[in-house]
């Protein structure tokens, strides 16, 4: 009689509940002061480098302003009319000037003229320093050049921070010189032109004519 009762009672048991274990509060703040030290080092290395973008916006602003500006004198001195005589012009298509005690550089570029025809018309391009910039001036172009005729120029800065500009041309059998008269420029293939930044540094550049 006592066998059945003891089998009943032991089917009657329950094993106890197990309890669901979380986070112990020093868990939670190790966790918490890891996200924080990542958190940090993100902040400094973007700052870093929006910093480090900021200090080189000017310097890449002055690289393709000059990159722009010597494009453009290459573009005119390619345009230049290689048979003077053909387009009847009365004096040398590059000239290097001396303007208010400063070297600048005069070409006469081919250029579109007024009805629309290409290469059909002269234009008057100055290059030169003014006000710490590379300036480019240029005129109108026109059907028939008159050299000394009075012409309104417009003006472009295409490189700053620059105080000097230096022209040499190429002799055959001579090697690079700087111009004193017309005759040095007359049947140059080549020229040289040397900007001196603000900096002290300065920028070559070899061109050819024509």
Not at 44 to 69: F, K, M
Not at 80 to 93: F, G, K, R, S, T
Not at 103 to 120: C, F, H, T, V
Not at 128 to 143: E, H, K, N, Y
């Amino acid at each position: 009689m006592l066998q059945p009762v003891l089998l009943q009672r032991g089917r009657g048991r329950r094993a106890p509940a197990r309890r669901g274990r979380g986070f112990t509060l020093l868990e939670l703040l190790v966790a918490v002061t890891i996200l924080a030290l990542i958190a940090v080092m993100a902040w400094r290395g973007l700052q870093s480098l929006t910093a480090t973008r900021d200090r080189l916006r000017p310097q890449n602003d002055a690289v393709h302003a000059l990159l722009a500006g010597l494009g453009q004198l290459d573009l005119d001195l390619a345009r230049v009319p290689v048979n003077a005589q053909l387009y009847a012009l009365p004096e040398l298509p590059v000239r290097v000037l001396s303007i208010d005690g400063r070297m600048s550089l005069q070409i006469l570029r081919l250029a579109e003229s007024a009805d629309g025809s290409p290469a059909a018309a002269v234009q008057t391009v100055l290059y030169r320093v003014v006000d710490g910039a590379l300036q480019r001036q240029s005129a109108a172009a026109q059907r028939y050049y008159a050299a000394g005729a009075p012409v309104t120029l417009s003006s472009v800065n295409l490189v700053p921070q620059v105080v000097d500009l230096q022209v040499r041309v190429w002799r055959n059998q001579v090697g690079w010189i700087t111009p004193a008269s017309d005759s040095d420029l007359a049947g140059a293939p080549g020229l040289e032109v040397r900007l001196q930044r603000t900096d002290g540094s300065s920028v070559r550049r070899v061109f050819i004519i024509g």
